[in-house]
Nanobody, 115 residues
Framework: QVQLVESGGGLVQPGGSLRLSCAAS????????MAWYRQAPGKQRELVAS???????EYGDFVKGRFTISRDNAKNTMYLQMNSLKPEDTADYYC?????????WGQGTQVTVSS
């Protein structure tokens, strides 16, 4: 089991930026498939971005060049740099880790985009 701890959420004005972090336990972080998901009130959880152990990256269609996912295997940490934030980006953001036979979720960090 992988323990995941998100941080970096908060309140930001439209057009602002936030950087989310996800710290993971375990010795084999470099082998994990990692992703960020989000869930807004009343909506289904959706993929924001993912990054494989080999560095292959995918983004949700709504990202449109505004977000950047990255990972630092030496620090067992994944990041999500979010720029040009919009009110519709308001959601709880969750870290996700997957290895063969197991998936884990973090507890989530809240992002609110509002003036």
């Amino acid at each position: 089991q992988v323990q995941l701890v998100e941080s970096g959420g908060g309140l930001v004005q439209p057009g602002g930026s936030l950087r989310l972090s996800c710290a993971a336990s375990g010795r084999d972080f470099a082998t994990y498939f990692m992703a960020w998901y989000r869930q807004a009130p009343g909506k289904q959880r959706e993929l924001v971005a993912s990054i494989t152990s080999g560095g292959v990256i995918e983004y949700g269609d709504f990202v449109k060049g505004r977000f950047t996912i990255s990972r630092d295997n030496a620090k067992n940490t994944m990041y999500l740099q979010m720029n040009s934030l919009k009110p519709e980006d308001t959601a709880d953001y969750y870290c996700y880790a997957a290895i063969p036979g197991n998936v884990d979720w973090g507890q989530g960090t809240q992002v609110t985009v509002s003036s």
